[in-house]
């Protein structure tokens, strides 16, 4: 019987739905109103119980939540369905084929949902639609060939969805087309020409290869994003002939090559937007452009029919050969008679002339470099172990190694320099401290470890391998692995404005006292002249970031429940211990709190803005109070990131429904104010509590909503917000999720004064009850 019934139940659907079209039919509602009831009926979740007021009783559907309706064409008698506008209403479910039936439809925003399945190709029949919307949702696939049907369309957005596949090229021939958003998806392919008058497009975050286009883009774009994709190849100048110069363009991570084109567009524009291409180069780059020799091959002078003087003279095109017999030589005269003019020659010889004095200047600045690093290389040769062995990074390109040059010790005869000068003055440290710590120091830099408990000699980091973490816009970080197996970060911070040696060890030396299980904890400095490493306790497991979620209404990778109520109760202790000690992290976000081997949370990147600016501004007790006060290129790196580094200083992308770049950890009064406040932390933990909570990002008007209690009012509602693949873990479990949802909005509360306390939230959260067993948080 159980088969025969399986069997049965498409039929039973296929007739049920007929039914459903005959009884609408028969109560009068439209055909508009009738498929838009097939929408309803393909939504598994509607949590907001956003399409209760959508009743097959009504006669028409323009009542009804979310729906518009005009009349079509001059015909004021009746009205037709013209806009569906559903979105953040957390629906989940797919979108059904009957939509693209409805005549006339022009706008359809459904951004922000839970809708998965892919892009029905009959919804593109919909011919009169002119906004689409369908942003932030689990949408996969392929973008059909068929959208070029859409010869109306204004606006695209498909952004933050899975949708994989080629650009249709008829994408690029839709001309009404001038906002177009494909940003985060998996598209691949080479990036299509055309687009000639869009204004906006955001194309940045994908799998797009091959080169760059010469016919892209025409004089109406304002703003173009292709940046984090894997295009290569050199930048051609024709690329940037029909853009206008005041675009805002961002090229950044991406494989390009070569020399940055001149372009008044290119000099507009800010060096971030050329930042994660290596091999670029030009003003806007840190990279030189290797100098071509002007002076070109010089002839055979050895012929015995010319002269020295004359051989290196070019013969033009055309003149009459002429022979000088031996033992005499061409004249001046004779040479132009056969058609070589004096200004000619002229013109010749300043040029060559000029071109080996450039090429004289190149051979001047290379032996002034060498001869700066000839007593380095001499010593280095003795210490034959030292230097060989010194430090070394694995490229992700070629697997080989690459020695740095900031470790390298000089001999006994050269002069200290002025960083490590400052040794004779008074230590503002106390004896005993200075007596646990342990300094190498050599005429170069000086290696200090501020723990106490690790000594770390500078020989044994020579020899370490140093493997490259990631790159951000003011350091680099790497994994250094000791020849005992014994394993580091290191960030290597390039750009630095603390001159003095004791200034830069103060402040690390604060950082270091704040010791804690939560907190990733620094074991020492080398200060070198140009350079300066900070070297921390490596934590495996990478950062909340990338165990977190992949795309904008996705699961994590299958963090259990216990785990994430770990890392949370893990990151309320570390920041409760920082503000008890009267410090504010400021810059609180998933890439920096890193996991370790047994998921217990540690919170990094603290005080990583003052280190790398040398801000002076607090000093004494306070010396530490303010990092991560102002949100600069440092203090927006993530810390130990695996993946891939965000732009530090990325412009953000325009969007449909709000324009600005504050990053949704950051607390909404913290753009009015430069003094970092202990609730910049709290709103930023409760965001990223939610975030574990329900496994995807959390918008603003969930926070708001949420804030005022219009979202959690009871446990089935906590149930339903909650990420699917915890749903069967938190059964039985219900209080705990509750107050857990809780907990996250009153941190997350737009005004600050309405927020708990850290110390508040802590202890609101380790009484929420866990299976496993507290990790010891000691001082």
């Not at 051989?311 to 004779?334: D, F, M, N």
């Not at 697997?399 to 200290?416: I, M, Q, S, V």
């Not at 997350?748 to 009484?767: D, G, N, S």
Request: charge should be neutral.
């Amino acid at each position: 019987m159980s088969f025969l019934s399986v069997q049965l139940h498409p039929w039973w659907r296929i007739l049920a739905h007929g039914i459903l079209l005959l009884a609408v039919q028969s109560f009068g509602l439209n055909t508009d109103g009738v498929l838009l009831l097939s929408f309803k009926y393909s939504i598994l979740s509607d949590p907001l119980s956003v399409l209760q007021s959508w009743n097959h009783r009504d006669q028409t559907p323009c009542s009804w939540n979310g729906v518009t309706c005009g009349s079509p064409g001059t015909d004021n008698t009746y009205s037709r369905v013209t806009g569906l506008s559903l979105p953040n209403c957390q629906l989940l479910g797919t979108i059904p084929a009957n939509l693209g039936m409805i005549q006339h439809l022009h706008n359809l925003d459904l951004s922000n949902n839970s809708l998965n399945g892919s892009l029905p190709v009959s919804l593109l029949n919909a011919t009169h639609l002119r906004f689409l919307d369908l942003s932030s949702n689990m949408i996969s696939g392929q973008l059909p060939e068929t959208i070029g049907r859409l010869q109306n369309l204004e606006l695209l957005n498909l952004s933050d969805n899975v949708l994989a596949g080629t650009l249709p090229s008829t994408l690029t021939a839709l001309h009404k087309l001038t906002v177009v958003y494909l940003k985060k998806n998996n598209f691949s392919g080479d990036l299509p020409g055309g687009f000639q008058n869009v204004q906006v497009l955001d194309l940045s975050s994908n799998l797009l290869n091959g080169s760059l286009p010469q016919d892209f883009g025409g004089n109406n774009l304002h703003y173009l994003n292709i940046s984090r994709n894997k295009l290569s190849g050199l930048i051609p100048q024709e690329f940037v002939n029909e853009i206008p110069s005041n675009t805002t363009i961002d090229l950044s991570f991406n494989n390009l090559t070569g020399e940055i084109p001149e372009s008044s567009l290119f000099l507009n524009q800010e060096r971030s937007a050329f930042a994660g291409n290596p091999h670029l180069c030009g003003h806007l780059t840190r990279n030189q452009c290797p100098i071509p020799s002007p002076v070109s091959p010089l002839p055979d002078i050895s012929a015995p029919t010319s002269s020295p003087a004359i051989a290196a003279v070019p013969k033009i095109v055309g003149s009459s050969p002429t022979t000088t017999p031996p033992g005499e030589t061409a004249t001046v005269s004779e040479e132009y008679e056969g058609g070589l003019r004096p200004g000619t020659i002229v013109g010749i010889i300043v040029g060559d002339i000029a071109g080996v004095a450039v090429l004289g200047m190149v051979i001047f600045y290379v032996y002034h470099c060498l001869k700066k690093r000839r007593h380095a290389e001499t010593n280095i040769k003795k210490e034959a172990n030292v230097a060989k062995d010194s430090w070394s990074s694995s490229s992700s390109e070629s697997g080989g190694f690459t020695r740095w040059a900031c470790l390298h010790k000089r001999g006994e005869n050269e002069e200290d320099s002025d960083s490590t000068s400052t040794d004779n003055e008074a230590d503002p440290l106390d004896h005993s401290q200075r007596h646990a710590d342990h300094h190498v120091q050599n005429k170069e830099g000086t290696l200090v470890t501020v723990d106490g408990e690790k000594e770390l000699e500078l020989e044994t980091l020579l020899k370490a391998s140093a493997y490259i973490l990631g790159a951000t816009g003011s350091s680099i970080m790497y994994k250094a692995v000791l020849e005992d197996g014994t394993s580091f970060a290191v960030r290597r911070i390039s750009e630095n404005h603390v001159e003095k040696f004791r200034d830069f060890e103060t402040q690390v030396r604060v950082i270091a006292k704040l010791v804690h299980p939560n907190l990733v904890r620094i074991r020492g400095f080398y200060w070198g002249v140009d350079e300066k490493l900070i070297i921390y306790d490596f934590v495996p497991n990478g950062s909340l970031a990338n165990a977190r979620y992949r795309k904008a209404g996705s699961s994590p990778c299958h963090l259990p429940w216990e785990a994430r109520l770990r890392i949370a109760k893990g990151v309320a202790r570390g920041l409760s211990f920082l503000h008890d000690k009267k410090h504010v992290h400021g810059n609180l976000k998933p890439s920096n709190i890193l996991l370790g081997s047994d998921m217990e949370p540690r919170i990094g990147d603290f005080g990583l803005e003052r280190l790398v600016t040398g801000d002076t501004s607090y000093k004494g007790g306070g010396s530490a109070r303010n990092f991560g006060s102002k949100r600069s290129i440092a203090s927006r790196d993530s810390f130990q990131d695996f993946g891939p580094a965000p732009s530090p200083s990325q412009r953000p992308s325009p969007s449909p429904s709000s324009i600005g770049g504050l990053s949704p950890y950051y607390a909404p009064e913290s753009l009015r104010s430069l003094k970092p406040n202990p609730k910049w932390d709290v709103y930023a933990f409760g965001v990223i509590l939610l975030e574990l909570l329900t496994g995807k990002a959390v918008v603003a008007d969930e926070l708001d909503q949420g804030s005022n209690g219009l979202l959690v009012e009871d446990k089935s509602r906590a149930m339903r917000m909650a990420d699917v693949a915890i749903r069967a873990e938190v059964e039985g479990k219900e209080d705990a999720l509750l107050a857990c949802f809780k907990l996250g909005y009153s941190c997350a509360f737009h005004a600050p004064q309405k927020r708990p306390t850290m110390k508040e939230a802590l202890q609101v959260i380790e009484k929420i009850p866990s299976s496993t067993p507290p990790y010891p948080h000691g001082h």
